[in-house]
């Protein structure tokens, strides 16, 4: 997690998924869903507000050899980038 200036340094990328609301595993389910219509290299933001969705995408990632690219607080949100494999 990097500090509150942390969007500005937010990687670019070509999806969104607003998982705002949701609790494990719709979070993660969702963004499998959206990950499996990119095309490879393709980086998602996920926005979630369950505070276990930082273990979770990095469980995620290491299980299904999606990159992690960054993770950061963002208003008391969790902010996801993935990179498709």
Same mark, same amino acid.
């Given at each position: 997690?990097?500090? *509150?200036?942390?969007?500005? $340094?937010? *990687?670019?990328?070509?999806?969104?998924?607003?998982?705002?609301?949701? !609790?494990? *595993?719709?979070? @993660?389910?969702?963004?499998?869903?959206?990950?499996?219509?990119?095309?490879? +290299?393709?980086?998602?933001?996920? @926005? !979630? !507000?369950? /505070?276990?969705? @930082? %273990?979770?995408? $990095?469980?995620?990632?290491?299980? !299904? +050899?999606?990159?992690?690219?960054?993770? $950061?607080?963002?208003?008391? /949100? +969790?902010?996801?980038?993935? %990179? /498709? %494999?």
């Amino acid at each position: 997690m990097n500090g *509150p200036d942390a969007s500005a $340094q937010a *990687p670019s990328f070509e999806q969104e998924v607003d998982a705002s609301g949701l !609790t494990c *595993p719709l979070p @993660i389910l969702r963004a499998k869903k959206a990950l499996a219509q990119m095309a490879s +290299g393709e980086v998602l933001r996920v @926005i !979630t !507000t369950d /505070r276990n969705a @930082i %273990r979770d995408f $990095q469980a995620f990632a290491r299980q !299904t +050899g999606n990159t992690l690219v960054a993770q $950061q607080e963002v208003d008391g /949100r +969790g902010v996801h980038f993935l %990179r /498709r %494999r």
